[in-house]
């Protein structure tokens, strides 16, 4: 476990969940006709809850760079509509079948299939409305460069990719590697951008957006797992979907691969791993590193 | 009817068509993994035909300011997979469920629905990506407007809340202003920003740009009336999917409550009235012209 207790990551966590949810709201559109609808299903995904780890990663990062806090804002915010899009979609019936989200009705149960696939490609557009307004950062090379590195986190050599490959670990199984691949993809891309958005919003290009980089994929992963141990042992309380969902639909995980005991010791080792590329950053990184014995704390 | 016959447009959009196919080929992220069914997809949809119209829109603006044609021709990709991408989400069978589309079975027919949502999600993100990228402009600045109205286009206050007023005039009945409003969003603001796009490219921000979104908003939704025309008297040959499919779903169109011959006459003025706009451009504009006179020759 990290020197560093999860305490810090946690109070950060909840403070930080609170205030964003104002950030989201102000750069939601307004609803202004017959198409509403997609509107009110945007703003209720968003405001669902949830951790917001990937919006609180992309402060943290930001703010060891001293990065202005509306830029951080901004580039959080588009990170949550990818993310809430992502879970919009795969709960799809044609998807993973979900009727649940953080303990309420998933998109399409609350309003319709239709609204949910278009409040889905329209938080996916606003994304990237977003990132290359010039609100968001007056230089366009960086604007540039956030667009563009977020799609490619994000399309089918990413996340969408990573989902497609879920589907189909349905029915065929994977091996621990295609696994690791697979999650990298549907998950731990968009963590890696999360951190890396603090160095592309600074021009940094040293050994400091590699260690941020290389972070994020370690952690990532690690919070994959830990969520795959909650949802073998986990009620569904704790995850806020229908737990035992994934070990039902007969989904590879590392967790069904490994036992839970070898995944714990992984998801360990991981979080051990992530918080050794920290040492490039001084004590301003200690949220990072309790967030890494938050992760720990998760998984015992 | 405009001076110039539709013939130029017609021979243009043909050969344009050809070759563009090649461009949106080299432009296709290259299937890697398990993932690869999300790319079969995307390619399937990208190379199932249809007119290139937007494309074709963009390459033709671009011209008229002597754009570069890589520039160009990566934009016009770019238009194409949001195009693209839209329809293969409207396909869906929570959507318009058309099981044709272009004389082909449609993405969730010929693959699944969830490799269908993927697929348009992976398109919509490939856009940006691609528009983003240095490639297709060195100013940023560019890229980012690129970018910005390209999201504007297509986001809830337009595409995709033109989709969402579209589903829900199946029970509700929209009024002349309410269906123009919602055909301008659906398929008007993508054809503008096709246009646009020369103007764009070439930082040109007088009347010249003014004159290309006013020529695409009225040929924009002349394209439209006269789909709607074929919808209602055409056969499922011609149009590439199932005939008299809005009329059934009770779809209000503007020819469904104005009537063929009144809904004629409307389509004919739009195409009057675009090609008035083009008075600012030379002949170099001449094809713009032609395409107004072979949208006028499919509507008689």
């Not at 917001?52 to 202005?68: G, K």
Request: one cysteine or more; glycine letters at 8%; aromatic letters at 4%.
């Amino acid at each position: 476990m990290p020197d560093i207790g999860p305490d810090l990551a946690q109070k950060s966590l909840g403070d930080f969940a609170e205030s964003f949810e104002q950030t989201l709201l102000k750069l939601m559109p307004e609803p202004e006709g017959m198409e509403g609808q997609v509107n009110d299903a945007m703003r209720y995904a968003l405001m669902a809850g949830g951790k917001r780890l990937r919006p609180f990663l992309v402060t943290v990062a930001a703010s060891l760079f001293s990065i202005e806090p509306k830029a951080a804002a901004r580039v959080a915010a588009a990170v949550e509509c990818i993310h809430t899009y992502s879970l919009i979609h795969d709960d799809l019936p044609a998807m993973d079948d979900d009727d649940m989200r953080r303990g309420l009705p998933s998109v399409h149960r609350k309003f319709d299939e239709a609204t949910a696939v278009l409040a889905g490609d329209a938080l996916l557009t606003l994304a990237f409305e977003i990132l290359a307004d010039k609100e968001t950062h007056p230089d366009a090379e960086i604007r540039c460069e956030l667009v563009s590195k977020l799609s490619a986190a994000i399309g089918v050599h990413g996340m969408v990719g990573g989902q497609m490959i879920d589907l189909k670990a349905e029915n065929q199984s994977l091996n621990q590697m295609e696994i690791k691949r697979m999650q990298h993809m549907k998950t731990g891309a968009l963590i890696v951008f999360s951190c890396e958005t603090g160095a592309i919003l600074a021009k940094v290009t040293d050994e400091r957006r590699n260690a941020l980089t290389g972070y994020a994929q370690d952690i990532g992963l690690a919070f994959q797992i830990v969520d795959d141990l909650l949802d073998v042992e986990g009620s569904s309380e704790n995850i806020g979907k229908t737990a035992g969902k994934d070990v039902e639909a007969g989904k590879a995980t590392l967790v069904s691969l490994m036992g839970v005991e070898e995944a714990r010791k992984t998801a360990d080792e991981l979080v051990e791993s992530s918080v050794r590329h920290l040492h490039v950053f001084d004590e301003k990184a200690d949220i990072l590193r309790s967030l890494a014995a938050f992760v720990f704390h998760r998984a015992h």
